[in-house]
């Protein structure tokens, strides 16, 4: 089984879910007996052009220069992955079918799809839509749902990532129902293990004194991801739990302003912005944190919530999304109301004045993550479907 792949986002260019997604299912198709992946990617941060792993082989392109918004970048760039794609279908080729992620390689996709009669399958990561909470406010937005649109059209078989996902592809695309498979995100618990057995003593004196409780956030600094909510919940919280001690990581356009708005309520020196974090931070702070938060506004699946419950981390979530999907209230974590400070505030005093509690949430999630979130549980679903598409595609005219 041959697979071409295509994905905007590959290390070491990983922007969020997507990239991080692609990332870790490439080798656990990898380790499936009888799978050959090729991914072409652009080239956007580096790294070989090609390289092996195993039965993986990733294909870097160096994007055009390119000027304007996303949409035309994607679509400049797009040119060169179909011109790439083309020779490589030349030379190791052909492929059984296409595996798209996202409208970002929709262009190339679907015509290496009608080029070569070969079936197209695309993942749906999240959607313009949505992001704009059931609003196209622009022109471009427009334009990006256009392009959603005409892939889930064009693909043969759509995955979503939850149910919730899925439930936005039939709505916002008129999708039919029976053509979604429903395969999760996951989450590799390995650096999160390793992480354990360091003494993080020194590493927790940077965040925090030695008496306070650590409520981590960690993600794009975007509205979508609520840590405006975040902010504003921060006094109250204080006004139980003053202990508690804020590290927001990540970079974004909202950052200036939050910084600014967290002076204005008078807990500036209670919430550290730490801007950019490498992975390894990210997990040693996971560890280390009694209560990791996010008040996303929208949120297709939630993949960061799979990341601190792989490190035994309560979390506090809002119910909104594949969240909760994910997080099952006062089992595996807490749900809150979505864009509601009051009911944040409420969930992290929860978690920080029943510590045990919150343990035992914790280790019933890890206990989740292990069964159901593994990457190759999440593999062997994926070629469940290839396998499905390609026997399709043997008994169909085109």
């Excluded at 471009?140 to 919730?164: K, N």
């Excluded at 650590?214 to 109250?236: C, D, Q, S, T």
């Excluded at 999440?378 to 043997?394: F, H, P």
């Amino acid at each position: 089984m041959r697979i071409l792949m295509l994905s905007w986002e590959y290390p070491p260019h990983v922007v969020g879910g997507l990239g991080k997604h692609v990332m870790e299912l490439l080798p656990a198709l990898g380790r499936r007996e009888g799978i050959t992946v090729h991914l072409i990617t652009p080239r956007w941060a580096g790294g070989e052009r090609v390289e092996e792993q195993g039965n993986v082989v990733i294909h870097r392109v160096d994007p055009p220069a390119t000027s304007g918004d996303i949409y035309t970048s994607a679509w400049q760039t797009n040119v060169e992955l179909e011109r790439y794609a083309e020779r490589l279908w030349k030379d190791v080729g052909p492929f059984d079918l296409i595996h798209a992620h996202d409208w970002l390689v929709a262009f190339a996709a679907n015509a290496l799809k009608h080029t070569h009669k070969t079936p197209l399958i695309a993942t749906i990561h999240a959607t313009e839509k949505g992001r704009g909470r059931g609003h196209l406010g622009s022109d471009q937005a427009l334009a990006i749902h256009q392009v959603e649109w005409w892939l889930t059209y064009e693909a043969w078989r759509v995955i979503a990532c939850s149910e919730y996902m899925a439930s936005e592809i039939r709505e916002f695309f008129n999708c039919p129902a029976d053509k979604i498979d429903i395969i999760p995100n996951g989450v590799d618990p390995t650096p999160f293990q390793e992480v354990a057995q360091e003494d993080l003593r020194g590493f927790r004196a940077m965040y925090a004194l030695p008496e306070e409780q650590i409520v981590f956030n960690v993600g794009r600094i975007v509205y979508e991801k609520g840590v405006h909510v975040l902010v504003e919940a921060v006094p109250l919280v204080l006004a139980q739990m003053p202990t508690a001690k804020f590290v927001i990581a990540g970079r974004g356009p909202l950052l200036g302003q939050l910084r600014e708005r967290a002076w204005k309520l008078g807990v500036g020196e209670k919430i550290l912005f730490t801007g950019f974090i490498s992975d390894e931070e990210r997990n040693r702070l996971f560890y280390i944190a009694d209560c990791a938060v996010f008040p996303s506004l929208y949120e297709p699946f939630g993949i960061v919530a799979l990341e601190a419950m792989a490190a035994k981390c309560p979390v506090v979530v809002s119910e909104v999304g594949g969240l909760r999907e994910v997080v099952k209230h006062a089992e595996t974590g807490i749900t809150i109301y979505p864009d509601n400070p009051d009911s944040l505030a409420w969930g992290i005093v929860h978690t920080l004045s029943r510590p045990d509690w919150a343990r035992q949430r914790a280790e019933n999630a890890y206990k989740m993550v292990l069964e159901l979130y593994n990457w190759d549980r999440i593999a062997g679903l994926t070629v469940e479907v290839y396998r499905r598409v390609i026997e399709e595609r043997r008994h169909t005219d085109w």
